[in-house]
């Protein structure tokens, strides 16, 4: 039974949010965006209170306060609803058709729908925050069951299991963690070989303990508290070295990792990084050993984490976005790494944003893009810079010295980069004048600008980005081309010409001027292209044209590059 999407109403910091999900969902987004609402929500749902249809399970905390004046008794009332559904035609096992068929819906083409929600609000009549659980019909009214056994089932044939990014390596290898307790009850010994081992394990413990007499003296002593307290007469004191029960010695095992140099070493005393991976392969190995024999052979298990590369190098990280997709059941992921995200589907993304105070969902819906679009995208986004994705807004640029320079301008203008979240992209050389990104901010819900040079190549980069202008929006809202044909003929004709002519040497400026026979455009072109060879190409030109305008002031940038900066910070800002 997999998960086709929730919905969510006031429920935190979400007012209402429709996240549709993969059989790979990987949630990104900044801070408060509601990812791991949207986690915690899932959790709520399938894992409290279903022996009792009414209980306390919303908390005052959990009510979406609308403004200042809210609180949770007024607040409107929380509504949580998972969507469970076939793919294709006799998909669900007869298992689940048997013992659910109160609750299933068939949908118009053919396959099986369940709707399962819990609603909550506050009961002035109890005085209190009351819980109702409930399967839907299609049209979302509630179903009238004749008992509770499919909300007692639900949770076995799609089990739940969370790891939050607060991983403790010793709790979760604990007797009691959620996972490795699964293993340790699973040993089970015949009593004949249980016997011999217990036998053994006295032996060796006798052999140790007798190793030093003075114990036999501890023990003696420790044995007249049998004077206070009722001991066994015959055999009041025993030290052990070792478990000499099997029921013991399971419960003390432990993960011992060697380090390269062969040392074997407690999970709990090698560092946070390797700590943390060891979890998400207990996790993964629970899941992959122990869900048939915990739960139904027909479970699908839903794996939540949050925050997988919490603690881990970029290449764990990396490999770990490969591995999440051969991981057992389905997995829903919240992220906020870009060496993650670079390497997982990117049909698998769901970025969360908010829009004048709403939680919303980016998405690349199926078959918007062309195979070449989605080339382009994973070649100079994706798998190179998956961090773009986590931006707020993208600054798309023509040409290699605008990509160098850019960032550089906004510093002096008082704008960081991370604190304005922006990204600048070069589109010179992707398809379709860069087209593919701006369908894929749009898809995601990134805000973005183009910055096009001022001749006839710049204002075709202008006209494909009109075709994707929203209603009511300009071209200026979105794109500007410069005054002059390219970055370094701006701040040429902005008072800059000194700076650059100053880098060219003056044997280099006769053969200049012979060159350009009094074409004084041509001479500009000419001395520009010295001085950015002189300055050691673009990138350093870039440097040594940012430090001058650091000192002569951010007044001095050409006024429609400051436009722009401009711009791209207020879209940033939302």
Not at 291 to 305: G, K, M, N, V
Not at 416 to 421: H, K, L, T
Not at 442 to 457: P, Y
Request: charged share 20%; hydrophobic share 40%.
């Amino acid at each position: 039974m997999k998960l086709i999407e929730i919905k969510i109403e006031n429920f935190r910091g979400v007012r209402s949010l429709h996240l549709p999900l993969d059989g790979l969902t990987v949630l990104i987004g900044e801070n408060n965006t509601g990812k791991s609402t949207v986690l915690e929500a899932i959790r709520l749902v399938l894992t409290r209170g279903f022996g009792v249809r009414r209980g306390g399970q919303f908390t005052e905390y959990d009510f979406h306060l609308k403004d200042a004046n809210a609180t949770p008794q007024t607040a409107d009332q929380i509504s949580i609803t998972l969507h469970f559904a076939e793919e294709q035609e006799n998909e669900w096992p007869d298992a689940v058709i048997q013992q659910m068929s109160e609750v299933i819906q068939l949908g118009t083409t053919g396959l099986n729908h369940i709707w399962l929600q819990a609603k909550g609000g506050y009961q002035a009549e109890s005085g209190s925050f009351e819980t109702k659980w409930a399967f839907l019909n299609s049209s979302g009214a509630e179903l009238v069951l004749k008992n509770a056994t499919p909300l007692n089932l639900i949770s076995r044939f799609v089990p739940l299991f969370f790891l939050s990014a607060l991983r403790d390596a010793s709790q979760e290898f604990g007797q009691r963690g959620q996972f490795w307790s699964g293993f340790l009850k699973s040993i089970q010994l015949p009593d004949d070989q249980r016997e011999r081992i217990e036998e053994m394990l006295r032996e060796v413990n006798t052999s140790v303990i007798g190793a030093n007499a003075g114990l036999t003296e501890v023990t003696k002593k420790i044995a007249d508290a049998g004077r206070l307290v009722p001991l066994d007469l015959a055999d009041p004191v025993v030290l052990e070295a070792i478990p000499t029960r099997v029921f013991d010695m399971v419960g003390k095992i432990q993960v011992h990792l060697k380090s390269s140099y062969g040392v074997k070493l407690p999970l709990h005393r090698h560092g946070e990084g390797t700590q943390s991976l060891a979890v998400l392969m207990l996790f993964q190995a629970f899941t992959s050993a122990n869900l048939t024999e915990a739960y139904y052979p027909e479970s699908t298990p839903i794996l939540a984490l949050e925050e997988p590369e919490a603690h881990l190098h970029p290449s764990a990280i990396r490999s770990l976005g490969s591995f999440l997709e051969k991981m057992t059941g389905q997995i829903l992921v919240s992220s906020h790494s870009g060496d993650l995200v670079s390497r997982v589907p990117v049909m698998a993304l769901r970025r969360l944003y908010k829009h004048n105070g709403e939680t919303k969902i980016g998405r690349m819906e199926s078959g918007a893009f062309t195979g070449r679009e989605l080339q382009a995208i994973d070649y100079s986004i994706r798998l190179a810079k998956g961090h773009y994705l986590f931006s707020r807004c993208w600054l798309l640029v023509e040409g290699e010295s605008d990509y160098h320079l850019m960032p550089l301008l906004f510093e002096v203008m008082g704008h960081s980069q991370d604190q304005v979240s922006f990204s600048v992209l070069e589109i010179s050389q992707v398809i379709d004048k860069g087209e593919p990104f701006i369908k894929f901010a749009k898809a995601l819900g990134i805000q973005w600008f183009m910055m096009a040079d001022g001749d006839s190549e710049g204002r075709g980069y202008n006209k494909r980005a009109k075709k994707y202008l929203e209603n009511g929006e300009s071209l200026a809202d979105r794109a500007r081309t410069l005054t002059c044909a390219d970055i370094e003929h701006e701040f040429w004709h902005s008072g800059y010409s000194d700076f650059m002519m100053n880098m060219v040497l003056p044997q280099t400026q006769s053969l200049i001027d012979t060159q350009a026979a009094n074409d004084t455009a041509k001479k500009t072109k000419l001395l520009i292209k010295a001085a950015i060879k002189k300055a050691g190409e673009k990138p350093a030109f870039a440097q040594a044209l940012a430090a001058e305008v650091r000192q002569r002031g951010a007044g001095t940038i050409p006024q429609t590059i400051k436009d722009i900066i401009t711009r791209v910070v207020q879209l940033a800002g939302g």
